[in-house]
């Protein structure tokens, strides 16, 4: 019976390295930092009123240039499209 718990054990141990070795080598979504540059969503103060807008221009460029960086960095990726509110003008800041 010892030596049934000892395979066991060994086995884990072999389980355990395979899920560590799995695991470093797994990509992340975690975001990377970056460096602090203006917010797509513009907000004005007008006394006790504040008004946030959205600078559309400013948010499809910077999709943009992220798409292109996304297509050079990862051959899987075939096409990126972009839909919704965005796409068809009608955004609003959140």
């Given at each position: 019976?010892a030596?049934r718990?000892?395979?066991?054990?060994?086995?884990a141990?072999?389980?355990?390295?395979?899920?560590?070795?799995?695991?470093?080598?797994r990509p992340t979504?975690?975001?990377?930092p970056t460096a602090?540059?203006?917010?797509?969503?513009r907000?004005r103060s007008f006394?006790?009123?504040q008004i946030?807008f959205?600078?559309?221009e400013?948010a499809?460029?910077e999709?943009?240039?992220?798409a292109h960086?996304?297509l050079?960095?990862?051959?899987?990726?075939?096409a990126?499209?972009l839909?919704?509110?965005?796409a068809?003008?009608?955004?609003?800041?959140?």
């Amino acid at each position: 019976m010892a030596s049934r718990a000892q395979d066991w054990l060994d086995q884990a141990w072999r389980d355990l390295e395979h899920a560590r070795a799995a695991m470093a080598n797994r990509p992340t979504t975690t975001r990377r930092p970056t460096a602090d540059k203006p917010s797509a969503v513009r907000r004005r103060s007008f006394g006790s009123v504040q008004i946030a807008f959205l600078d559309r221009e400013m948010a499809i460029t910077e999709l943009t240039e992220a798409a292109h960086r996304l297509l050079d960095q990862d051959d899987r990726v075939i096409a990126i499209g972009l839909f919704g509110s965005l796409a068809r003008g009608d955004a609003l800041p959140s």
